[in-house]
């Protein structure tokens, strides 16, 4: 039974070290995503950046109207990459949360499970031993009561060996009576 407890929490300490694990990487993973679109977003923005300064320079004489719709562009594609990044923050976010319960919910099954089984296991060991507890009980027993009956029967064995040995001894110690015959 210790074996098994044993085993049992081994088994548990293995799905919280494989949660943990596995929340970890996802988490450095989040991080590393996180880390990289900011970087491509500042690569973006510092490209973006310099186009625009030579497209100001170029199209100066162009005017304002140029310059304006320009701005309202990039405004407008910033404010798209910035929707897009919390969309794909948020869907890992719910992701993780999915495989977060998902997990959970595998390890109470598979505790359920273990606890369900243990508890079979004790009801049938505990049958058997009581099954092997009465059996040696009721040999115990018969092999008393067949131990004191064999006594008996020496001991009976016993008295009448000894009176007769006693009587043969009285036979042979008394002096013979005058008109018998030796034997």
């Not at 897009?84 to 948020?90: C, F, H, K, L, S």
């Amino acid at each position: 039974m210790g074996r098994l407890g044993q085993r049992t929490e081994d088994v548990a300490e293995a799905l919280r070290n494989y949660i943990d694990t596995f929340d970890q990487r996802v988490t450095g993973r989040t991080g590393e995503i996180s880390g990289t679109l900011d970087q491509r977003l500042s690569q973006f923005e510092t490209v973006l950046g310099s186009r625009v300064s030579d497209l100001a320079t170029t199209l100066a004489e162009g005017g304002k109207n140029v310059l304006s719709a320009l701005d309202q562009r990039i405004g407008e594609v910033a404010g798209t990459i910035n929707s897009r990044g919390t969309e794909v923050a948020d869907a890992i976010g719910a992701k993780i949360g999915e495989i977060d319960q998902t997990l959970g919910h595998r390890a109470l099954e598979v505790a359920n499970n273990l606890d369900s089984r243990i508890g079979r296991f004790e009801e049938l060991l505990i049958g058997r031993v009581e099954t092997v507890t009465t059996q040696i009980e009721t040999r115990s027993k018969a092999a008393a009561d067949a131990l004191n009956a064999r006594l008996e029967q020496l001991s009976q064995a016993i008295k009448v060996n000894s009176a007769e040995a006693e009587r043969s001894r009285r036979t042979k110690s008394q002096p013979p009576s005058p008109g018998a015959r030796p034997k």
